[in-house]
């Protein structure tokens, strides 16, 4: 079984894309220069999957699934294969980390500029783009803020509409890669890094997680689907019970009466007959009554 998932494991599997990008810093490059193809990335440093950052209070890590920087900026790449309700606040929350680590006593100007970089295997914006690039701007005016912030978010629509840069990405993001140099490269690093065997087991430890996550969701499931069940039976049973009731109690009440009806009719229709013969033959009640009997 566990042979079968590591060999469908590709590029978008949380676990293989930090050790790609980790262990191919010149890759990592080039994956960032695809996404921003309008900045000069200058030689990167370490590619981290965890980053310490200062707060000038203590030290604190973060976990980010590829972290590095160069001179002027840093970066921050993320694989994103589930769906969020605020992804705003998720690149937010990414940048602000990033942005934490000047020091205490250090000039504003000394911060470098950020890019986060979100890959996802949908679309989060609901747009079709394959691309949508996120900068601060002055909202009288429409002009960018320079603040030396910006979000990057790659999805796996809108081929079509995507740049020769990052079609590629786009295609690996939606499971359909391409036959360019770059696709190549990065699916040669994916088949790498799943032969190790560091990898092979965390591969495998996050299987048996996800195998088992689905089995108690599945058996939650099917306990609250039966308590339901017996809810709505009990309701349904109550609401039927009540109107099957109401029937009875109407037709019992129907008959009820017209045995009533009956019984007083005929008690009037006597003592009429009775009356008359009294009045008519001039007799008793009692000499009426036998009459009538």
Known sequence: MYENQLKNQDFTNDIVFKAVLTKNKELCKEMIARCVPDIEIGEIEIVESEKEVSTGIENKKIRIDAYTSDKRH????EMMTYRIEEIEKYARYHQSMLDAQLELGSLPNMLKNTIVIILCTFDPLGMGLPVYTVGSMI?????????????????SKGEEK????????????????GEDRFTKEVQSAVENVKMKVDIRRALMDQELRDYLMKKEATEKGLQEGREKGLQEGREKGLQEGREQGLKEGIKEGKEQGLKQGIEQGSKETTEQIVSALMKNLNISKEKALKLIQ
Do not use: M, W
């Open 139 to 155: 909202k009288e005016n429409g002009k960018a803020f320079e603040d030396g912030r910006r979000i990057v978010i790659v999805t």
């Open 74 to 77: 840093e970066y921050a790449i």
């Open 162 to 177: 995507a740049s020769k840069e990052v079609r590629p990405i786009v295609q690996l993001l939606a499971k359909k890669p």
